[in-house]
């Protein structure tokens, strides 16, 4: 089975502090994703990757960045956070092409007060 | 055409009952289709894959329509645990693992 792990299932923070979000994959997929889940918006991607040190903006990356240091990892960085980003984050990952189904972490839920 | 398309529910339905969704998708070239399944305040979870010639998987069948650009999965006898929200995906094309998730139907399942 696949596993995806997301560091934290709640995190509470405060405005203006930077903020980690760390997402593991053990089934050595080569992409990975970023997504926010808000009432009545569905699922909005935020960032992707497809290999190592690589990087391409979603739908709505802007505030947000991401790091790919090594291909099980893939963390979410919110540089200055503020309360609209009070969401739920949840990350994916998936193998090889597009006709591959992306499988998901637990969730985190995070509050920007 | 907004790229993916669902009819948002909620659907509520007796146990027992049979229950269509259908999903309507706006890239033509688009290859890859599948359906999940998301209980409240819980992740996306794969439900099926969508192939061309439709497929069956125990009481969920889904047919893929590539002509009008329309998916659907049927779920006979539901059952009370089949309350979630159904999410219709697609790939989104060019673009390599990236999948495009509809809003999603609401199915509520009674006694």
């Known amino acids: 089975d696949v596993k995806v792990t997301q560091s934290s299932r709640y995190l509470v923070k405060r405005t203006g502090e930077k903020v980690f979000l760390e997402c593991v994959q053990d089934?050595?997929?080569?992409?990975m994703f970023w997504y926010r889940q808000d009432p009545g918006l569905g699922l909005r991607l935020i960032y992707f990757s497809y290999d190592v040190k690589m990087k391409e903006k979603g739908d709505i990356p802007e505030g947000y960045s991401v790091s790919r240091e090594k291909k099980e990892r893939f963390s979410l960085i919110l540089e200055s956070a503020s309360t609209n980003q009070t969401s739920m984050y949840l990350c994916a990952s998936s193998f090889g092409t597009g006709t591959q189904p992306q499988h998901f972490g637990d969730g985190t839920r995070l509050s920007i007060l | 055409r907004k790229e993916v398309e669902q009819d948002p529910g909620p659907f509520n339905v007796p146990e027992g009952a049979t229950v269509a969704f259908n999903c309507t998708y706006s890239?033509?070239?688009?290859?890859?289709f599948f359906w999940y399944r998301q209980d409240c305040r819980k992740e996306p979870k794969l439900l099926m894959s969508v192939y061309s010639s439709g497929n069956e998987d125990g009481r969920f069948t889904a047919q893929l329509n590539r002509a009008s650009q329309y998916i659907s999965l049927l779920i006979r006898d539901s059952k009370l645990s089949d309350s979630a929200t159904y999410l219709c995906v697609v790939n989104r094309r060019g673009s390599q693992g990236n999948l495009i998730f509809g809003k999603g139907t609401k199915l509520s399942v009674k006694p």
């Open positions: 890239n033509s070239a688009s290859q890859s």
């Open positions: 089934m050595d997929h080569e992409n």
